[in-house]
């Protein structure tokens, strides 16, 4: 039986490159998959219109999202009083069917009276306040240390909104258990990913690699933590590669002999690097939703050296090897750099992710709640 639904995405989920879009585009195709007529509705910045997403939806709908100084001075978050539209309600009004909100960003409209009669899905990818408190932690600049601070503040409040909605759908263990206790209510759907089935490799590879978004406070906070404590006292191959590297970063990195940095890799070769790891070495300092590098260097990678923020409820620290300091850290990268992974390592990991995080399974849990 086809079920329709209306998706709002807070930017185009198409290329599926960073973060939360990646889980809104594979989220989509599965969906797409599962025989569901997508109505999709986009706030476009710094991103063209999708043939791609035409092929897979019903109907795109495409919205600019506002900009400006002003929109800060509002008692509602900036991430969402930037992503509303008038046209967008009047679209949304177009057939009554369940619409699912992607994350907290798109839902000014949760409690719109003219939407009383649908079905609302919200899909949380954190438990924003405390994403931004923890930005606002970790930020050097004053005037963005501010911004995160008014912004958790604003995105306390707004979450309260929630109460309207009919199903929550959190991304980790974590969170699900948050949004039940404050809103009594809350399904665990792990994060949609680019991957059908664990593709880890046998043999030895090459380097070390860290990868992320390196545009992001949170992936800068973690490298510079590789790069002054832990690359420095080791001699192993390094890389180091994911989008728009800041130039302190390109400068420190060129400071080091073994370490190589590659900036903005196509999803290709991404994988590629990934895939030919010795050691994906992933640490991070906020432990907020669940990291999809964690999901790709399982996938796809070796052995996985992290630390416990990084898995924290995740339900997946028996996959990797944990380290939450410096000399712990060196010692596994240099024991694990010598050491091939394991057949059964590999189908341990098999049980878990191609059961828990497979794309169609979780499909089908979202088809059964529209």
Not at 208 to 232: C, K, M, P
Not at 256 to 268: A, C, D, K, R
Not at 299 to 307: A, D, E, V, Y
Request: charged letters at 20%; hydrophobic letters at 35%.
């Amino acid at each position: 039986m086809t079920k329709k639904l209306h998706i709002v995405s807070f930017n185009v989920p198409d290329p599926p490159n960073y973060g939360g879009i990646i889980d809104v585009y594979y989220k989509i195709r599965s969906l797409a998959q599962a025989n569901i007529d997508i109505i999709l509705h986009c706030f476009q910045y710094g991103r063209d219109t999708s043939s791609e997403l035409e092929k897979l939806c019903q109907q795109v709908h495409y919205y600019p999202r506002k900009k400006g100084l002003l929109y800060l001075l509002s008692t509602s978050p900036y991430i969402v009083n930037t992503r509303r539209s008038k046209q967008l309600l009047e679209n949304l009004q177009q057939e009554i069917v369940p619409i699912l909100f992607e994350g907290l960003h798109t839902c000014y409209y949760l409690n719109h009276p003219l939407l009383g009669a649908f079905k609302k899905i919200v899909r949380t990818h954190n438990v924003e306040h405390d994403y931004y408190h923890h930005l606002a932690l970790s930020e050097q600049n004053l005037f963005h240390k501010y911004y995160y601070k008014q912004e958790a503040l604003k995105l306390r409040c707004f979450e309260k909104r929630l109460k309207r909605a009919s199903t929550i759908l959190s991304i980790s263990p974590d969170d699900t258990r948050y949004f039940k206790t404050h809103y009594q209510m809350g399904d665990f759907i792990p994060a949609f990913h680019p991957f059908d089935k664990v593709e880890t490799r046998k043999g030895l590879g090459e380097y070390i690699l860290f990868h992320g978004n390196l545009s992001v406070n949170e992936n800068q906070q973690a490298v510079r933590y590789l790069l002054d404590r832990i690359f420095t006292e080791i001699t192993l191959p390094v890389m180091i590669a994911g989008k728009n590297p800041p130039e302190w970063l390109i400068q420190k990195a060129a400071e080091i002999p073994h370490v190589t940095l590659i900036s903005n890799p196509y999803m290709e070769v991404m994988n590629h690097l990934i895939q030919h790891a010795q050691i994906n070495l992933i640490p991070t300092f906020q432990s907020t939703g669940l990291k999809l590098k964690l999901l790709a260097s399982l996938f796809l990678g070796r052995h996985c050296i992290t630390n416990s923020p990084m898995v924290s409820n995740t339900g997946l620290s028996h996959l990797c090897y944990l380290a939450d300091n410096i000399a712990d850290m060196i010692q596994l990268i240099q024991q694990k750099f010598e050491e091939e992974i394991t057949t059964e390592e590999i189908n341990q990991r098999k049980e878990v992710l191609e059961n828990q995080f497979s794309n169609e399974k979780n499909a089908q849990k979202i088809y059964a709640l529209i």
